[in-house]
């Protein structure tokens, strides 16, 4: 299966969300910055009219693994950091915000913000899934 196959998205009048479940690494960046739009109880559990646009946006930036991202009605998606950081987590992952081009098994994806494995030992190389020492 494709990575955007398992991308899911929720579309508002001016922003659509996309989700990538098996990216999520739970930071809760989303649910607790805007519980009206990411509440996990529900049904849908992204609901992007909940919120302003622009709101719902810096709340996207937050999540680190890039599980979450958008672009917005009018075509402007989200503008990478510039430098490009990389900071790595004491278990050993690598946060990283900015421009990035990774190989994946899919090939080529171009991303804003990811959390990479820094152990070899996760099943969704090069992104981080918690399965080795590195995630946990």
């Known amino acids: 299966m494709s990575g955007t196959a398992q991308r899911k998205a929720y579309t508002a009048r001016e922003i659509t969300v996309t989700f990538e ?3 999520c690494l739970h930071a ?19 609901r992007p009219d909940g919120a302003p646009a622009d709101r ?7 999540c680190p693994s890039g599980a979450l991202q958008y672009e917005l009605a009018e075509g402007a998606a ?8 990389i900071t ?13 081009s990774l190989e994946t098994e899919e090939g080529r994806r171009t991303e804003t913000r990811a959390v990479l494995c820094g152990c070899s ?10 399965s080795g020492p590195c995630g946990r």
């Open 28 to 46: 809760t960046e989303c649910v607790r910055g805007l519980p009206e739009v990411f509440d996990t109880s529900r049904r849908p559990w992204i």
């Open 78 to 85: 989200e503008s990478p950091d510039r430098p490009t950081r």
């Open 88 to 100: 790595p987590t004491p278990a050993g992952q690598l946060v990283v915000r900015g421009e990035l």
């Open 121 to 130: 030992r996760s099943r969704l190389q090069p992104y981080c899934d918690h």
């Open 56 to 62: 719902l946006a810096d709340v996207v930036r937050r």
């Open 21 to 23: 479940a098996r990216r």
